[in-house]
C-alpha cells in the first residue's frame, strides 16, 4: 500500500542518480586519457587505484605520472567542480523564481562576480592572476552578492514580492553591472588581453591551488542547495499556495539564491563566466527525471559535472594543438538549445 | 474543530474590504459564504488561513490563531485557492505529497508515514489509477478532486475552499459538494466554502454567510439567510424559492418582465 506508485518512479530514480555517477567517472576518466602525451589506459587506472589502501601498483613512469597529476588531474576536478556549481545553481535559481529561463546570469550574480574579479585582476592582484589568490573569490562573491542585491533592491521597489518583478530588475543591474565590468576593462588596457581571456573562461591554467581555492565555497553551497531540494518543490506553487503549506517563501528564496550565488561566484572566479551551463543541465535532467528538485537538484550537479568535463575535453581537442575558451564551447552547444528551449515554452503558454 | 470569527476585518492597499465579521461554525459543521464577485469572500478564507493580516480574532476550540506558528497552522488549517498553481510537468502523486509540508521539518525528507497518508488520499479520492499522470492531463473534476487531495494530505481540522466548483459544469460541481459532504461526514472535518451558485450553498450548507461590498449582510441557517428579499436586493436577481424534498429549497430564477403577473 505505501509504496504503489511511489515504488516504481523512485527505484527509475535511483537507477538514473547512479548512472549519472558512472557518466561523470567515465567522463573524467575520458579526459584524463587524451592529450598531446598518450597515457595508457590501463595504467592510468593503475595509478589510480593506487591511491587506494592495499593497492599496489604504478602503471606509469615518472613523467607520465606528472603529467596526470600536475596536469590533466586538476583539470579535470576543476571542471567537475565548476560545472556542478553552475549547474545547481541554475536548477536553484529556476526553482527559486519559478522561471524556466533562470540561471546565474539572471539577476546580476555572474555578472557581478565577473566585474568583482575583473577589479581585482585590474588593481594588482591582478599580477597573481596564475593560480591561488584568495582575492579573486572574495572579489567575486562581492559582487555577486552586490548585484543580486541590488537585482533584490531595485525589484523590491518595482513591485514587492512577485518573481517578474525580480527577474526584470535582475536584468537590468545585469546589464549595468557588464557596462561597468566593460569599461573597467577598457580603461586598463594593458590587462586587457588578461582580463578577456579570463572573461572567456578558461581552465587551462588550472592547478590544484584553484581547485583547492574554491572547493570549501562550492561544498557549502551545493550542500545548502541539496538540503532545500524539497523546499523548491513547495516554492513551486507560488508564494501564496508555499504559504499556506507552512512556508515562509521570502526567507526560502533567499537562502537559496544566497547559496547558488556563492556557488556562482565561486566558479566565476577561477574559471571565468562559462554561459549555458545553469540552463541545459537542469533542463536535460528535468526531461529524463520529471519536475521533481528533490532529484533535479543532485542530478544537476553531477550531470553538471559531466557536461563541463567533456566541453573542456573539446575545447582542448577540436582545434589540437590550439585550444577554444570553454566559453565558446558551452555557448555553441547552449545557444541553440536556448533557442529550442524557448520555442517550447512559447508553445506551451 | 470548532471555528470562531470575531470581528474579522481586512484592508487591502488601503481599502477596507472586510468590514467586522462575526460568526462561528461548530466542529464538523459546513459554512458557505456567500455574496456577488468583489464581496470579500476570496479576502475572508486567506485571513482565516493567515495569509492577511486582519484585525480581530481567529479562534479554533478557542485558541487564537494568531499565537501560532506558520507552520502549526498549517497543520490545522487547509486552503484551496480558486486557482491552484500546477507546477509544470508535476504528477499527481508528487502533488498531494506536497500536502505533507506542514509536518515535514524544514531540512526534512518525506517519510513512511507521509506516503502513507499520501496513499490513503488518493485512494479515498479514487485518484490511484491516475498518481503517475501529470497534473496538468486531468480534466477539470479530477484536478479539482486532485487540489482537495492535497488539502486533505495536510491531514486539516478545518478546510478552506475558494469556489470549488468555479468552471466546473453542473454534474462535476455537484461531484465535489458531495466529495466534501462526505470528507465532513467521514472525518470530522470543518468546512468554509465561497460558492456562487446560490441553489448549490442551499442545499450543502448548514449555515450560510451572506458578504456585500465586505459587510456582513445576513447569517444563519440557509431558510433564514436565503429569501427571494435577500437575492433581489444582494444579487440583483429575481427568483422563486421552490422547495424540494428532504434538501431544503432551490431557487429557480424568473423572467423579470414576466414577474408583474405575479400572484
Known sequence: MTSFAAGASRGRRVAVIVSAVAIVSIAALGALLVGPVRLGSSGVVKELFAWLPFVEGDGLDEQQATILWQLRAPRVALACVVGACLAVSGAAYQGAFRNPLADPYLLGAAAGAGLGATIALVSGSGGSFAAGTPVLPIASFVGALVGVSAAYAVGGSMGGRTTTGLVLAGVAVASFLTAVQTFVQQQNSETLREVYTWILGRLATAGWADVVLILPYAVASITVLLLHGRLLDVMGLGDDEAESLGLRPARVRLAVIVAASLATAAAVAVAGLIGFVGIIVPHAVRMVVGSSNRWIVPLSALCGAAFLVLADLAARTVVAPGELPIGVVTAVIGAPFFALLLRRSGRVR | ?263
Open chain 2, 1 to 263: 474543530m470548532n471555528l470562531e470569527l470575531r470581528d474579522i476585518g481586512v484592508d487591502l492597499a488601503g481599502r477596507e474590504v472586510v468590514r467586522s465579521v462575526s460568526c462561528t461554525v461548530t466542529d464538523g459543521g459546513w459554512l458557505v459564504v456567500l455574496g456577488p464577485n468583489g464581496a470579500g469572500k476570496s479576502t475572508l478564507l486567506r485571513a482565516i488561513a493567515g495569509l492577511e493580516e486582519h484585525r480581530g480574532q481567529v479562534l479554533m476550540d478557542g485558541g487564537d490563531t494568531a499565537t501560532l506558528h506558520r507552520r502549526d497552522l498549517a497543520a490545522r488549517v487547509a486552503l484551496v485557492v480558486q486557482k491552484p498553481t500546477v507546477p509544470d510537468g508535476v504528477t499527481v502523486l508528487d502533488y498531494v505529497t506536497l500536502g505533507r509540508t506542514p509536518h515535514i521539518s524544514y531540512f526534512g525528507s518525506v517519510g513512511a508515514r507521509d506516503r502513507d497518508i499520501v496513499a490513503d488520499v488518493l485512494g479515498a479520492l479514487d485518484l490511484r489509477d491516475v498518481a503517475l499522470r501529470p497534473l496538468a492531463s486531468l480534466s477539470g473534476g479530477e484536478s479539482q478532486r486532485v487540489f482537495v487531495a492535497r488539502a486533505l494530505a495536510q491531514e486539516p481540522s478545518i478546510l478552506l475552499l475558494d469556489e470549488p466548483t468555479t468552471s466546473l459544469d453542473v454534474g462535476r460541481q455537484q461531484d465535489v459538494l458531495e466529495l466534501i459532504e462526505s470528507l465532513r461526514r467521514d472525518r470530522g472535518v470543518t468546512v468554509v466554502a465561497a460558492l456562487h451558485d446560490l441553489s448549490l450553498a442551499g442545499q450543502f450548507a448548514d449555515r450560510l454567510l451572506l458578504l456585500h461590498e465586505g459587510n456582513q449582510v445576513a447569517e444563519g441557517v440557509p431558510s433564514e439567510v436565503l429569501t427571494e428579499q435577500v437575492v433581489r436586493e444582494f444579487f440583483g436577481a429575481s427568483v422563486r424559492l421552490v422547495p424540494v424534498d428532504g434538501s431544503g429549497h432551490v431557487l429557480v430564477p424568473v423572467r423579470r418582465s414576466g414577474a408583474a403577473g405575479r400572484p
